[in-house]
């Protein structure tokens, strides 16, 4: 059996979702262990999206704007990046509330960069000393 594709009630598949399951996690998980643990997962991943949709809700709507971070463009684009990977559906801040508390770091972080008399302007420009609030 392959990796499965769950469509939203509008006939399009969910990216994220499509992400997840081709996720060296889901790879894993999978091996060796039948179609039975892609069934329970996809049904239970089905679910969640299938609700949201049903209520009028995008599950996805939760917006983490980096635009006003006001810090050197190429340190925003770092932290942007450094966000995405563990907030990803593989990734290991899995709740809203786990993402925000990262973001928010970044977003302190990036405030405290900017206060500084000499930001740096490259995430190569860091040093430990810039990691003293």
């Known amino acids: 059996m392959g990796q ?3 469509p939203r009630a509008d006939g399009w598949s969910v990216p994220e979702v499509s992400g997840f399951f081709a996720s060296a996690r889901m790879r894993n ?6 179609t039975g643990t892609w069934r329970k997962y996809a049904f239970a991943v089905a679910v969640w999206p299938g609700f949201f949709d049903a209520a ?3 599950w996805y709507s939760v917006d983490y704007d980096f635009a006003d971070f006001s810090v050197d463009r190429e340190l925003v684009v770092w932290m ?4 995405a990977g563990p907030t990803a559906p ?7 509330s786990s993402a925000a508390s990262t973001f928010g770091l970044r977003r302190r972080f990036a ?3 900017a206060s500084l008399s000499r930001p740096p302007a490259y995430p ?3 040093r430990a000393a ?3 609030l």
């Not at 998980?29 to 039948?34: D, F, N, P, W």
């Not at 942007?80 to 966000?83: D, N, P, R, V």
């Open 111 to 113: 405030h405290h960069l």
């Open 80 to 83: 942007a990046t450094a966000f």
């Open 56 to 58: 009028g809700r995008a």
């Open 90 to 96: 593989a990734g290991q801040r899995r709740t809203t």
């Open 29 to 34: 998980a999978s091996t060796g262990t039948g």
């Open 130 to 132: 810039h990691l003293v």
């Open 124 to 126: 190569a420009q860091l």
């Open 4 to 6: 499965p594709v769950l």
